[in-house]
């Protein structure tokens, strides 16, 4: 998936079937959707392939524990349908996860061994294995750092984990080879539409060239997830809003705060939220928050009361306590839900289903959701899209679809998550043996991995290498500082740039940086 390769492509196209706008989750699903179908396709994200929410997940393929006590049966069956489907089309970046909820109370021992034989029930055929009751002890053993007082034991159960960026670029590699054109740092500037107002195309501006495009289409998709509302009010001035935005923060810690391979759950905290401690890329996420949010920026900023809420609640939990000095990195992101008038000021009680319609101009638009069902969220679009449009109806079958680096090999090794491709990545070394050393001795990442970036993964910025490549802008974003110029310089050799274009990325990534670290730190 080489950019220069696809923009080619796309210039040589005068008009497609589908224009999808939004390379996250929901996005670049729609489009591996309809490339697959055989539909013409492009998708167009003004950023970086999941750059805004789709990179700042709470790292979990799950079906919702807590939403069966909300009453969303519905919503868990489809997630726990999801979640078997990713695991098995997808099983070299997903996998499973232990989780444990230890029981405090009578009443929670009741409810959430309740609820999770439920939850065992639904996930039927693809279930990733049954829930289990363990006692104080064993609680005790598999989770040491655990606050024991009060303690009166627990229930383990399975639910599954990935790296949410990564998945994205292989979604958008999938697409690629099946005849997409997927291409990231290409904004939508304009709608163009009929004498009759239905839209006809729409006007891009290539970051990376700095052209301007118009672009033909036959239906347009609007998957921007928190920025759709700024789309519809493109195509209607006064549209109202459609998104509901809630931020959700998390809080990256050593793993010497939590020691286990298991994760933990507490599913209601003294708010209402639910906190996580889950182990990912040898460090511990710490996590989430659900702040309801008035406007919407690429960059959230976790605020004070928000940090200090984990780290309390983490405290209340853990016998070793994270403060302040002891975060690596903090990540925000913004959930899309969609907007409910009835929802008083708080956002924890909106539903994360998905809402899908249809613009007076004939634009399809997608809000809400979550990660796990990006599928069958991408399906009903596109069915709804065909739906109401004049182009042949085809059926989909991403169900039984093996994503781009599909492998069944199981390795130790940190570069095993790149599947399939891992070999190919760890070929470049054979030309030059500096590249498989390691960026920095405490992480695992290799030179390799920067070239590999750029020329299969569309990796234009070091940002994309730092935070969505190779992850360490939320791993630690004090030694991403730190190796950032090593970064830069080997991009710039890459992509024959010069020391100007260094020291503009440079000061870039510290800007982006600075809302990755506690103010207050």
Not at 162 to 177: G, K, P, V, Y
Not at 179 to 203: D, M
Not at 273 to 298: N, Q, S
Request: hydrophobic share 40%.
């Amino acid at each position: 998936m080489n950019r220069e390769i696809v923009f080619e492509r796309f210039l040589k196209t005068n008009e497609w079937d589908i224009v999808v706008m939004g390379g996250g989750a929901t996005g670049l699903g729609i489009a591996l959707d309809s490339a697959l179908r055989g539909y013409s396709t492009l998708l167009v994200e003004k950023g970086d392939f999941s750059q805004g929410t789709s990179s700042r997940s709470t790292k979990l393929v799950h079906g919702g524990v807590r939403y069966l006590k909300q009453g969303y049966i519905s919503l868990v069956l489809e997630a726990l349908k999801e979640r078997g489907l990713l695991l098995k089309n997808a099983p070299h970046i997903v996998h499973n996860q232990a989780f444990i909820i230890p029981f405090y109370t009578l009443k929670d021992w009741f409810i959430y061994s309740i609820g999770l034989r439920i939850y065992d029930f639904l996930s039927g055929k693809l279930s990733l294995g049954q829930s289990e009751n363990l006692s104080q002890k064993e609680i005790l053993e598999k989770l040491p750092n655990l606050n024991p007082k009060g303690l009166m034991g627990g229930i383990r159960y399975q639910d599954g984990q990935f790296d949410d960026s990564r998945l994205a670029i292989n979604l958008a590699q999938s697409a690629t080879e099946l005849g997409a054109c997927v291409l990231n740092y290409l904004e939508v500037i304009g709608l163009e539409k009929s004498t009759e107002g239905k839209i006809k195309g729409l006007r891009v501006l290539d970051h990376i060239s700095g052209n301007h495009h118009s672009v033909k289409s036959k239906i347009l998709i609007n998957a921007t997830g928190v920025f759709s509302d700024s789309l519809l009010q493109m195509d209607e001035p006064h549209a109202p809003k459609s998104i509901r935005p809630s931020q959700g923060i998390h809080l990256m810690v050593d793993r010497s705060f939590f020691p286990s391979d298991s994760a933990l759950m507490i599913p209601e905290t003294s708010d209402g939220r639910v906190l996580f401690a889950v182990p990912w890329h040898d460090k511990i996420i710490l996590g989430t928050t659900d702040t309801p949010m008035d406007t919407v920026a690429l960059e959230p900023s976790p605020t004070p009361s928000e940090i200090d809420f984990i780290l309390k609640t983490a405290s209340q939990y853990l016998v070793s306590k994270p403060d302040y000095k002891d975060i690596k990195a903090i990540y925000s992101g913004l959930r899309p839900l969609a907007a409910n008038p009835d929802s008083k000021g708080s956002t924890k009680e909106i539903s994360r289903s998905h809402k899908i319609w249809l613009s007076k101009s004939g634009m399809v638009n997608i809000i809400g959701g979550k990660w796990t069902t990006y599928r069958i969220m991408a399906e009903e679009t596109l069915n709804f899209a065909l739906k109401n449009s004049k182009l042949p109806f085809r059926k989909g079958n991403t169900e039984q679809y093996k994503i781009h680096g599909y492998s069944l090999e199981k390795s130790k090794d940190y570069t095993s998550i790149y599947g399939s491709d891992r070999s190919a990545l760890l070929a470049l070394g054979e030309s030059n043996p500096e590249l498989l050393e390691k960026i920095h001795p405490s992480y695992p990442f290799i030179k390799a991995e920067i070239i590999w970036s750029i020329r299969n993964e569309m990796a234009q910025s070091l940002t994309d290498i730092l935070s969505r490549r190779l992850r360490w802008l939320l791993l630690d974003t004090r030694v991403a500082l730190e190796v950032a110029p090593k970064i830069a310089h080997i991009m710039a050799l890459e992509l024959k740039k010069d020391e100007d274009w260094e020291k503009i990325q440079l000061q870039d990534f510290i800007q982006i940086a600075s809302f990755y670290l506690p103010h207050s730190a």
